[in-house]
């Protein structure tokens, strides 16, 4: 894909006084026009961006919008205090994103809402909440449905400790993830210094509800592709993550009327319980 042709604006200024520099700033797209495959696209993603901000004793960001046809931003705040907000339309996503690369004949629809907050709760600790909503979401490919939620809610919370303007330490944090009758809990325990890409994270993992709806949230994946499953799981495991290595520590599963089906191979089970250590 490469760019062809379109209208681009932008607008920075700046105003010095009282030992800080005030900028604002707006940038936006429009008429854009691609070639994929030599073939001239017209790609209708207008975007509209302002801004404004200080640079004093710490860098204020007073407002920030973002617009295009399938989402909005707003936020406001500094390092230790502020909020974000934004709604996406994955549906118009997904089209826009069909225009210019191959999506596999992967095309989802649904409505997400996100909101983050963070504040400082005492001198140099800092707490994080976000939490986002997908409602009315379905994913197919080649016309077959992959997974659908009708509401999914994410909700994380993290407590970190600060160095200045950089996060010195992770104390704590938990990831809760609902849909139905459905849960997900992480918990990281143990304090993460210095966090990086690179950290390693030591987490407790619960998982309950219903197998087949699991299973279908993996699809998207390939991991469990040509399987029949249901049947109910509580879990809980021990492990530690990182980006290029995960270590299982201990994992307790207690399934119940299990039943798994693929070619050839077919598990029919009313209890089936697992503990490993180690």
Known sequence: ????????????????????????????????????AGKPIDWQFPLEVNFAATDGAEITLETLTARSDFFSLAGNGTLRQGTLQAKA????????????IDTNNIYVRGDLQSYIQWSETRPNELKLDARN????????????????????TTMLVVNASLDGQ?????????????????????????????PDANSAWPLV???????????ARLKPFGLVDGWDVS??????????????????????????????????????????QLKTAG
């Open 205 to 215: 993992v619960a998982v309950n509800g219903e197998l087949q709806t699991w299973l």
């Open 1 to 36: 894909v490469q760019l062809a042709s379109g209208q681009f604006g932008w607008n920075i200024q700046s105003e010095v006084g009282n030992a800080q520099t005030r900028w604002t700033g707006a940038f936006n797209t429009s008429n854009v026009k691609v070639l994929k």
């Open 231 to 272: 049947g109910t799981i509580n879990s809980n495991a021990q492990l530690t993550a990182s980006a290029s290595k995960l270590a299982l520590h201990g994992l307790t599963a207690d399934v119940r009327e299990l039943r798994a089906v693929t070619d050839g191979i077919s598990i029919i089970e009313p209890v089936v």
């Open 89 to 100: 339309d994955l549906e118009r996503l997904t089209y826009q994103l069909s225009q210019v």
């Open 166 to 194: 950089t996060v010195s330490a992770v104390n704590d944090a938990r990831l809760d993830v609902v849909s139905k009758g459905d849960y997900l809990v992480a918990e990281v325990r143990e304090a993460v210094a210095k």
């Open 133 to 152: 909503k997908l409602v009315e979401f379905v994913m197919t490919q080649n016309e077959q449905v992959v997974c659908e939620e009708q509401e999914l």
